[in-house]
C-alpha cells in the first residue's frame, strides 16, 4: 500500500492497488525527470559535492530508468538546488537531525502500509516532513494523504510529545502546515484504516473515475474496460 497512491487512486478506488500490482512498471519522461530531480537534491543534501559547483557537474548528465532517458538541463538544477536550499535553511532554523529517504511503517492501521519520506527534520519541540514534487499540477499540503500517512509513521516512531509539520515543495515554493495529532489519529484510525481494509479486500470494489487516467492497473479492470468499450470518455480535471 504506497502512500504516494492514496488521494489519486486507492482511496477512490479500493481496486487499483492490487490492480497496479499487476502492471509492468513503464517509465515516461516526466517521473523520470522527476527521478532526476530527487537524485540532484540527494546528492547535494548528503553534501557528496562540496568542492564542485553543481550546476555544472550535473547540467548534460543523462539520467536514466527503465527505456527513458533525459539529459539534465539548467531548470531541472535549479529545482532541485532550490529545494536542497530550502532543506538546509529549515534544518538551521530548526537546529535538527536530518533523515533523507526515510521508510516510515504505520503497523497500527496494517502492516501492508508504508512508505519512504523524502525529508524529514527532527528538531528540539518539531518534527518536519518534507515532500519534493516535481510534477507541473499544484499538489496542496493540506489534508494531503501521503504526507498524513507518513506523520502517522512518524509518530509511531518517535511520539506525541512534538509538533508535526507537513511540507509540499514544488516549483520553487514551499506549502506549510501544521496537523493536529488529535485530528490525525482519528483519520488514521477511521478514514485510512477503512480505505486500507476496502483496498485489501479479496475481491475489492472497481469505482470508475479520474483516476481510471492515472491507474497503471486499468487494463485488468473489467468496470473500466466495460466502461469504455460502451463508449464512455474520462476527462481530466485536476483537483490536487
Known amino acids: 500500500m504506497s502512500p504516494s497512491g492514496f488521494d489519486k487512486l ?3 478506488c479500493p481496486a487499483s492497488a492490487t490492480l497496479s500490482s499487476k502492471a509492468p512498471y513503464v517509465a515516461s519522461e516526466a517521473t523520470v525527470s522527476g527521478s532526476a530531480c530527487h537524485w540532484m537534491a540527494e546528492k547535494v ?31 531541472l538544477v535549479k529545482k532541485a ?48 516532513l518534507i515532500d519534493l514534487k516535481s510534477g507541473k499540477w499544484p499538489v496542496e499540503v493540506i489534508d494531503n494523504g501521503q504526507l498524513k500517512i507518513y506523520t502517522l509513521g512518524a509518530v509511531a516512531r518517535w511520539g506525541g510529545d512534538y509538533q508535526y509539520e507537513n511540507v509540499i515543495f514544488q ?13 490525525l489519529v482519528d483519520w488514521g484510525l477511521g478514514y485510512l484504516t477503512d480505505c486500507v481494509d476496502a483496498a485489501l479486500e479479496k475481491n475489492p470494489k472497481e469505482v470508475v473515475g479520474q483516476q481510471c487516467l492515472l491507474c497503471k492497473g486499468k487494463a485488468y479492470c473489467k468496470s473500466y474496460n466495460n466502461f469504455t468499450e460502451n463508449g464512455g470518455k474520462i476527462l481530466w480535471k485536476p483537483t490536487r
Open 10 to 12: 486507492w482511496s477512490k
Open 81 to 128: 538546488l532550490a529545494y536542497s536550499n530550502y532543506v538546509f535553511k529549515k534544518q538551521e532554523e530548526m537546529e535538527a537531525e536530518m533523515l533523507i529517504e526515510e521508510k516510515l511503517y504505520v503497523h497500527e492501521v496494517n502492516d501492508h502500509l508504508f512508505g519512504t519520506a523524502d525529508i524529514i527534520l527532527i528538531g528540539k519541540d518539531k518534527i518536519s
Open 171 to 183: 516549483n520553487g515554493k514551499a506549502k506549510e502546515t501544521t496537523l493536529d495529532l488529535h485530528e
Open 45 to 75: 543534501l548528503k553534501q557528496e559535492l562540496i568542492d564542485l559547483d553543481p550546476t555544472e557537474h550535473f547540467v548534460g548528465q543523462k539520467y536514466k530508468d527503465g527505456d527513458i532517458e533525459v539529459t539534465i538541463d539548467e531548470k
